[in-house]
């Protein structure tokens, strides 16, 4: 469905087309391949996950709507591994990520740029600290000197995956 919105879009449009991927489809890899090949220009990863909170009184959702979408700290390892994985996909396309959720210092926007995103964006905690983006910015400033970096692209992708170790389920 991303990808035929995204396709009518570009037949009317030549402005850069930026899709938001939602971590609630089967393959998100896959879900980005096609909308890259659909014509996206870049793309954000991921969309808050869905949720459900429930009155253990009342027995009923707490959300008008009984579910609601799960955003903040709590969602950022699987943003980070959805960010890691579309990132095999665009980087053969030179598609830029937006990496997003959860994103709450210096360290958890090194973590996206590492898994494979280009910029990153911060919503939820920004709510807690108006100031936030400016600490980040000092954040990732400060760890590009340490590490000699000249610019963020140096870092996107350098996420080196343990290859010695087998899981058991």
Known sequence: MAARVVEACR???GKTLIVKLSPNQTDIAEG??????A???ALS???TLMGMQIDVHSRKPTLGNNQGGLS????KPVALLKVHQV????KQHGVPI?????IASAEDAIEFFLAGASMVAIGTAIA??????KKVNKGIADYMVRHGYKSVSEMTGLLELNTDTVLCG
Not at 32 to 37: H, T
Not at 128 to 133: A, M, S
């Open 11 to 13: 037949a009317n449009t």
């Open 32 to 37: 980005a391949r096609r909308v890259i090949d």
């Open 39 to 41: 014509g996206a220009d």
């Open 45 to 47: 990863a991921i969309n």
């Open 72 to 75: 903040g700290p709590a969602i």
């Open 87 to 90: 990132y095999q996909v665009a």
């Open 98 to 102: 937006i990496g997003l959720g959860g």
């Open 128 to 133: 807690k600290d108006p100031l936030l983006v």
